[in-house]
Every structure is written in structure tokens, then in C-alpha cells.
């Protein structure tokens, strides 16, 4: 298949190609008047290049730019591909629906007046749109959107005064953000002002019928593009946005996102310690990184690093080598690379023969290299430098850090950059000597990886090899949500719709996933808790056991350590006499009587249900002081062995649990079968399941699996 410009596609989920690249397009609301909204939108269209068929409508004109004008969208020749429709709230919709029974696949609604209003007439105006999409099939971009701009089929329909003025060629970043002046504005004329070239553009606004994810979808699929630029102010799917991270994966073309809404406020109300710490940023932080999404928190970050991952030669490790006439320009290279992880290796002593061979006056060979003497006379010496040192297997990545230089070398480094198999970045702090109309625009219009500030340079860097191992592993790791479900037990989904279960009902669950939790029994009076004590013949600890009691240690219902039956029987009086004094009113069943496990690392593992990404896996530095500590990690459910390996080791206290200074190494294994047990769990309940809370998750030595000690389970209450 192909566009109507002649273009390829690589396979098409949902067909959007008339809605970027339409044969007509009519516009309802058009007018001369440059003042309005429908002014300027039509302006945009008509001066912006499109070479399809435009109607204008508008009853009170016969005419308009010289142009037929149409009274309604019933009276135009011919049923076009896209209207675009500038009218208020209700009289947008009657259009609208017109426009489906008409059988016009595509619309774009502007008009505001819809659910961002946060008001009950404005969530029915947009629950009359999306029943109108579904009555007619007619598929809606908005509303209280700024529309579409394709640069590839030279069609717009949006009023941004970014496009105003000027025939931009279409190049290769696609943009999609659903708020027109951070996408139009803050990213796309921003990008455009560095030297970058644009392939496609939306602002989709509230997102009722298509969303953003069908926008991103596409311009993934379209070989003109080659990275996706996204500004997202909330996701639809994390599920949908998994398989379209793999297919961008699969396809080799990054997206970048900046997720703006980093409020911690969604975990106020959790009741566990794994809900307390997991909040929708930290979710959507941890889907993103599984998935091979580089986020970033700055709009100048998206511009800059799509300078660097537009390349197919782009940095794909952390080996960076570097030269410079500047000394001390090297020294501050080395100090932020260092910064963002990156490496600086050795040179080997023969790339050091050949340096000597291409340049008499060289020095000492070292990372990076100071270049002073060897470059004098020389407008080629960066050049001749960076080929030698890029022959080099375990080098990644050049930087030419450029301060003053002729024209000459500058062309010499674009041809290097542009064409070579491996990446050289230029970092230029200075000035072209000879042509002072040399900007760095013009270097990034010619494709070359080009930076003036140090640090978003190797950041840039450390992102694009970011990318390639996170790539690496979504490929490596792929696997389908959609796996055979366990059937699930009646008896458990009531009890999950109750609320919470008891710490005996919640280990029972995890136990039948394979987490390995302590010997125990219930007891309901003194006696029975004494005789349950000698039969585990070890010291015991005793924990009340009531759905209403989430936290037993505020309550003072624990005891532990108790090592006869004379204490277990105080102990169980104790225990109750507590629950009692701290919830007069709680369901108390009796009393949890539990071997006393050995010491170990105590560790978190958790899972909490997010309604955009589902069931989400938690493990991290357990005991009493998990939210101080805050040393955890995250991944969407289902997680594999390698991913589990993953989470480990990227915890602070991973030497411990590794084995560091002599001391022996616990049993990592057997938390990765945890987690992943867990992960099992999470995708088979699904949302039933709210939260789990494992803490402590005691580790023992090697070989020596094991246990939750303490374990709760949240289940989602009806509504």
C-alpha cells in the first residue's frame, strides 16, 4: 500500500492515510477574515501547498479566496476525505453528524466546550461526539484540538502561525502532543528553528474518538519518519502502547516522550506500603523504561536528542572517544560524560602508531586527546583523528569537540558524520573563522549530530545508548499479555470483592503461585495458639488475624519471639486485648501463630493495579522503613526471569543481596522466582486485585530460599 504522494508504508494497523494525506478536504467555517480561528486554519490550508481539492463552506459567501463556497457539507460535488470543522460546541456536532451519514471517513473538531470544561454539559457534548462516531464510523481527531499538519503531502488543517509564511520541506521527526502550543509551539517551531525537518504534526486536543497512540501508530509505520517526538498528558492503553513500543522496536525508530503530570498526589490514599511508594508518575516511569520509551522532562531535550537518534549510526554504547585543541574543553568533556554513565577506554597502542604515522607532531596517545600541537597547520586534524580512533573495535562513539575552525573542516566533519559507520557527535563551543554565516542550524539541516552545550550533548549520547540495550532487551524479551490465564478460584474472587483478605487468606493466594511463605496456623483460643506452637517446635511469633487490621504493628497485636507455652498463652491474650483496644469494631478471627523465620535482607515485593497499565510489580529494600529507604523498582506485569534479574540488580542494595567485602551472597534466585510468581499472579487477577504488599520478603543466604513473613492483599470493591 501507499500513500496518494507515492510513499510506502510498512503495515497498517488502523488505515489513517487519508486523514494525513486526504484527495479533498472541505473546511466548515471558513472565512477571509484572518482574525478568526476558521480564518487562519483555511489560510494555513490553502498557503501551506496542498494540491488536493479544497471546499470552503459557508452559507453567507458564494466564494471565497476565488474558491466555490458551499452552504453545507450536503451540497458539496463530492464526498471529501477530511472536514475540517471550526464551529461552536453543538453546532460542531450537528455538522458532524452530517458528515457521517454522509460517509466521510475523517474529521477534525476544534471547537472547545467538551470534556476539558470538567462540567456535566461539557462531558454530555462529548459523550454525544463519540456516539456519533460509533452510529456513522466517522473517525473524529478533537475536539478542543489544533488539528493536523503532514508535511510530507503539504496538508494542513490547523491555525499555528509555525507554518505561516514559508514552504518548510518535510523531513523525518513526526511530532504528537495533545496540547497545540507545547506540540506546535514549544516542539515542532523549535525544531524547525535548529534545522530539523518535520514529517508530521498533531495536536489532538481531547482525544474522544482517535488518540494519541493512533497518531504515534502511524507516523511509526511511515518510512518518513525515522523518530517520534511525543508530548503526552495522558496515555489511553498502557497495553496499546506496549505494542506499539515493540513495533517502533522492530522498526529501529525511537520515541521520545515527555509525560508531563508528575504528581505524587495519586498515592495518598493507598493502604499499602507498596501503594504508598507506587504512584501513576512512578508507573508510567517504569512502563516507559521496560518498553524502550526514552523519557524525557524538557521540551529542548526532545529537539536535541532527535538531532542525535534520527542517525541510524547513532551511539549504541557507552565507549566514547574524544579530541580537541582545547585542553581544557576535554577536561570538562570527561567531567560530564562521566556524569550520564559513559566510558572513555584506552587507545590502543597500534591506533597510536597510526596517529604518529598521519601526524607528525602528535603527543601521547590518551582518552580524550589534546590535540594542540599536532593540529598546527592543519585543517583536517579533527578528520584524520577521528577516522583513525572510529577503526577502533571498542569505540562507540567520536566527539570532535570544535571551539575556532575554517569552513574547509567543518565540511570535512559533516561528510564524516553523515556518512561514516560508526558515530562521530560534534560538540562546537566556538566559531567557523572563515564564514560567520555557518550556523549550527545548517549542520543539523545536513544531518550532522551537532551540539553546543556540552552536557545535553553526552546526554544526548547516553540516551541513544540507553536506547539501544533497552531495544535490545524489549526485542529479546518479547512476549504476549494474552498468555493461557490460570483459571481462577470463586472462592478468592469473593473474597477479593470484599475488601482486603487476612494475612493467612493473602499468603495462601501467593503461596499457590509459588512464593514461599512461613509455616503458621490459625488459633482461636490460648490453648489451641500453645498446642499450634509445640507442633511447629521452634520459637513462634503471633500476629492478629482480621481483614480490619491492615497494619498489625500500629495496633500492637504482634508478638514475636515467644518461646514456651506458658508466653504464647500471655502472648495470645495480649494480642487480642490489643486488636480489641485499637478497633472495637473489627472482625478478629483469631490469632496467627507463625514460625520465627532466620535472619535475612528483608525486602519489598509488591504489585498494585493501575487502570492504564494494569497489574505493575514492585520489589525494593523492605522492613519498616521502605518509604525513608524509597530504593525500589517497577515493571509492568508480566515479567520475565531476565527483567526480574534486571529489577535486582538496579536496587542500591543489590551488593548486599550480591554478596560484597567477603561476605557471602543471598538468594537472589529465588526472589526472581518471586517476583515473577508474583507478576503471574497480577496478570491473571487483573483488576480484581488492587494491591499486594509482601514485607518483609525475608532472602536467606544462597541456595536457602525465601519466605513472606507478612503479606496483604486489596481487592477492588464494587462499585
Known sequence: MRFPSGEPVIG???????????????????????????????ANLLNFGFGGRVMPINPKRDRLFNRPCFASVDKLPEVPDHVGIALSGSAALDVLEQCGRLGIPFAT????????????????EQARLQQICRDTGIRVMGPN???????????????TFAISGGHSPHGDIAIASQSGGAGQINVMWRAMQSGLGISYQVSSGNDADL??????????????????LVVAERISSGERLRKLALKAAALDKPIVMLKVGRSAAGSAAAASHTGSITGADEIADAALEQWGILRVHDTEDLCEFARLLRRKNRPRGRNVAAASVSGGSLVIAVDTANDYGLEWPPLSDACGTRLQQQLPNFGKTSNPLDLTAAAVGRDDALVVVGQVILEEEHIDTFVPVVTMTKRVEFDALTEMATTGAKPTVVLWTGSCVDDSSLRLSDLVRQGVPVFDDTRRCFRAIAASAWLATAREKLLAGAQDVAAPVRSLDPSVLSLLRAGALTERESKALVATYGVAVTVEALATTADAAADVAMRIGATVALKIESPDILHK???????????SPDAVRAGFAEVMDAAKRYAPQADIRGVLVQEMVPPGIELLLGLVHDPVFGSVVTVGHGGIYVEVMNDVARRVAPVDVATAHDMLQSLRIWPILAGTRGQAGYDAEAVVG??????????????TIREIDINPLVVQHKGQGVRAVDALVIGCRPR
Open 674 to 687: 518471586a517476583i515473577v510468581a508474583l507478576s503471574r499472579l497480577g496478570v491473571d487477577y487483573g483488576p
Open 109 to 124: 473538531v476544534f471547537s472547545a466546550g467538551f470534556s476539558e470544561t470538567a462540567t456535566p454539559e461539557g462531558e454530555r
Open 12 to 42: 497498517n494497523s488502523l488505515s489513517l492515510h487519508r486523514f494525513f494525506a486526504p484527495r479533498s478536504v472541505a473546511f466548515v467555517g471558513a472565512t477571509e477574515d484572518a482574525s478568526k480561528f476558521g480564518g487562519k486554519c483555511f
Open 145 to 159: 484540538c489544533n488539528g493536523v499538519i503532514s508535511f510530507v503531502d503539504r496538508f494542513a488543517l490547523s491555525s
Open 211 to 228: 488518540d494519541l497512540l493512533d497518531y504515534i501508530d502511524f507516523m511509526v509505520e511511515s518510512e518518513s519518519t525515522k523518530v517520534v
Open 553 to 563: 504493628t500500629e495496633a500492637g497485636a504482634i508478638r514475636l519471639g515467644l518461646a
